[in-house]
């Protein structure tokens, strides 16, 4: 076996995910030798900014609710279709979705959003919002879009001694936070991998991340959020939802740990604080960046790959995370993600990462890399290699240009897994990987593990009900030629369908699979045309706690102002 990067073929591998929201990471050759009550006024409606005056109260809990009043400003940047910026925030990271709206509220603030929000309604404009812009669907940019929202600049991460957390502003992507919190404080939030992903949507879908058996979810360390909302008559609040279930608002909390974004309200600021954290330090209210990080790279060369080693592969896979899934398993440190190019990218790849400060963490991982080579075609290489947690997070988030051509157009789609596939379902896939009539380097199946930490959280204390799954599954195919968009899209659909063929080509909740991911929306799954199980696309995604969604939909967006192809609607 290499045990360099000579034997490795010019080509990206542990792609295409992370360019997405939450995603896995990428490689390349390159990247491994790197590893030695309010109406707004007239002027408002017309595209002006507006700010408001508040008056705030305080529930027993210390949620906090502040109604506004507007009046005219220009602090906000309004960019208009005559603008030079236009074409730039009119698009979104996929270059599939643009739109063309009237105008697009540069904003730097969170008192900014409250009087935006209220001049919307008033207008009965239709309003989206960016954050990072990673969104996996259209969402944000389409052309029924009147009004945006860009929170991009809203960057700031500091410590909040009035709420004793670290606050999180929503146009924070991935690398800018774990940077400040290891700097700053010698801390992690965590949360996703990909390099540019906003914690605006990232936040509220549920955000898995590297560290996920080891600290669980982005959302199990969520204090508190401040979000806007508008009622019946157009007044908007900024209410401060926390954690405490004592709080009036804790529901409106709950919907943001994995109820997606985009549903109930624009939120301003996220508060972290870890369960149990007590103090005033910033740097004990949330768990400890890791002191290093011990890293794997295994590579299997297609050419060399049967079916068989492909399902072993993938039973090897399974199998480890069935028997590592505990939260207090000496393992629990260790993470790793597979991806599965088409067999056109020449590779399978399985990047692997454990926390350096384990008790043993050397020996776990040999331990790893042993069960996954057992039984199957020698990988072509193996490189193992220490780094520090930053260090870390650079590579493994931003060295590969799928997570970073902004050319690339992209169609996605998950699946959770509570068991190893089956037979049929891994012959399936080994023939999608194989197909011999699509040639596209780019098509990949990702692999991501859940376990540790994130399932000692019960599924019902927070919106995200995927916590007993061992792995999701993302598909992700890349292309750059727009007249290339229906052949790829139909690999896609098609090969996903063929996967979950018994249950009407979806992944419904059963003894094997369970569901989809909300962070990787696929508006496919609304589509009775192509999910013809009869599961509907909320059950796929939200499972049991639909219903506890719509009654905070009701509550605090009973206009369904805030709304999308697949918004959490308002109960019948």
Request: with cysteine.
């Amino acid at each position: 076996m290499a045990r360099g990067n000579h034997d490795i073929h010019r080509r990206k591998f542990l792609a295409g995910a992370a360019a997405g929201v939450g995603g896995a990471t990428v490689l390349t050759e390159t990247a491994l030798s790197a590893l030695a009550p309010a109406r707004a006024s007239e002027a408002a409606d017309a595209g002006s900014a507006v700010t408001t005056a508040t008056t705030a109260t305080t529930g027993p809990a210390g949620g906090t609710t502040t109604d506004s009043t507007s009046c005219v400003t220009t602090a906000t940047s309004t960019v208009t279709p005559s603008d030079p910026q236009y074409p730039d925030v009119t698009v979104a990271v996929n270059p599939r979705f643009t739109a063309s709206p009237q105008y697009v509220y540069v904003v730097d603030d969170p008192s900014e959003i409250a009087p935006l929000v209220a001049a919307a309604w008033k207008a009965k404009a239709n309003l989206t919002v960016r954050s990072g812009g990673h969104c996996f669907e259209n969402f944000v940019y389409n052309s029924s879009v009147n009004r945006i929202i860009d929170m991009s600049n809203m960057k700031r991460i500091y410590y909040d001694p009035t709420v004793n957390a670290i606050a999180v502003e929503p146009g924070v992507i991935t690398q800018e936070l774990h940077k400040k919190c290891a700097t700053t404080w010698g801390t992690v939030i965590p949360g996703g991998n990909c390099y540019s992903v906003g914690m605006g949507g990232h936040v509220a879908g549920g955000g898995w991340g590297w560290l996920v058996r080891r600290n669980g979810l982005i959302v199990d360390h969520l204090y508190a959020v401040e979000v806007v909302t508008v009622d019946a008559y157009g007044n908007t609040h900024t209410i401060l939802a926390t954690n405490n279930p004592s709080d009036p608002n804790y529901q409106l909390w709950w919907a943001h740990t994995g109820g997606g974004g985009g549903n109930f309200g624009v939120v301003t600021r996220y508060f972290f604080r870890s369960p149990g954290a007590t103090g005033t330090d910033p740097r004990h209210l949330l768990p400890p960046a890791p002191t290093g990080i011990l890293s794997n790279v295994l590579v299997w060369d297609w050419s060399t790959v049967t079916q068989a080693d492909f399902a072993g592969i993938i039973n090897n896979y399974a199998n480890w995370h069935i028997a590592h899934s505990s939260p207090t398993d000496a393992s629990k440190n260790l993470t790793s993600v597979m991806q599965a190019f088409h067999k056109s990218g020449q590779q399978i790849a399985l990047l692997t990462a454990i926390d350096a400060g384990t008790p043993n963490a050397q020996s776990l991982l040999n331990s790893f890399i042993t069960s996954m080579t057992s039984g199957v075609v020698a990988p072509v290489a193996s490189i193992t290699s220490p780094m520090t947690w930053l260090q870390w997070t650079k590579w493994a988030g931003s060295t590969e240009k799928l997570l970073t051509d902004p050319t690339l157009r992209a169609k996605y789609k998950s699946a959770y897994f509570k068991t190893p596939p089956t037979a049929a379902q891994i012959a399936t896939l080994y023939g999608n990987l194989t197909d011999p009539t699509i040639n596209n380097p780019n098509i990949n199946l990702n692999i991501s593990p859940y376990g540790g930490a994130t399932g000692a959280v019960p599924d019902s204390a927070t919106a995200i009900p995927h916590r007993t799954a061992l792995f999701k599954v993302l598909w992700s195919v890349q292309w750059t030629d727009p007249a290339q968009d229906a052949v790829n899209i139909a690999w896609a659909r098609n090969s996903y369908k063929a996967v979950f063929a018994s249950t009407g080509g979806v992944p419904t909740p059963n003894a094997n699979t369970d569901g989809c991911y909300i962070n990787y929306v696929d508006a496919d799954m609304g589509d009775p045309t192509i999910n013809t199980s009869g599961t509907s696309w909320s059950e796929l995604y939200y499972k049991g706690g639909y219903a506890q969604l719509q009654a905070v939909k009701k509550k605090y967006d009973p206009t369904n102002f805030f709304h999308h192809a697949m918004s959490v609607e308002l109960p019948s």
